[in-house]
């Protein structure tokens, strides 16, 4: 069906950056909206941004002015750029897309579909 796998994170001192790669493969015929997601312990889940197929982004308020955003639609492939990280950006992030698939049944369903997740952990 389809699948997401992220890479790039990892271990990041205090005002330093990371981007984020998470790229989609499978039996799809649109991607729609992709987002990134984190979670950081003892935390729900939460949206930290988002792009539409046609570009428009939205952001958390926690992260405006230092993440941003982007994707390659021919790459089927969406990036957080991520500045000036601070220890609270700690978290586990999860890709999210909503894809057009088609199924092993020769059917085609649009799913929401998330990645395994990748940690980012800013500390010095």
């Known amino acids: 069906q389809v699948q997401l796998v992220e890479s790039g994170g990892g271990l990041v001192q205090p005002g330093g950056s990371l981007r984020l790669s998470c790229t989609a493969s499978?039996?799809?015929?649109?991607?729609?909206?992709m987002a990134w997601y984190r979670q950081a312990p003892g935390k729900e889940r939460g949206l930290v941004a988002r792009?539409?197929?046609?570009?428009?982004?939205n952001y958390a308020d926690s992260v405006k002015g230092r993440f941003a955003i982007s994707r390659d639609n021919a790459k089927a492939t969406v990036y957080l750029q991520m500045n000036s990280l601070k220890p609270e950006d700690t978290a586990v992030y999860y890709c999210?897309?909503?894809?057009?698939?088609?199924?092993?049944?020769?059917?085609?369903?649009?799913?929401?579909?998330w990645g395994q997740g990748t940690l980012v952990t800013v500390s010095s």
């Open positions: 999210n897309a909503n894809a057009g698939a088609v199924l092993p049944t020769g059917i085609r369903r649009y799913l929401e579909v």
């Open positions: 499978g039996s799809i015929f649109s991607l729609d909206d």
């Open positions: 792009i539409t197929s046609g570009g428009s982004t």
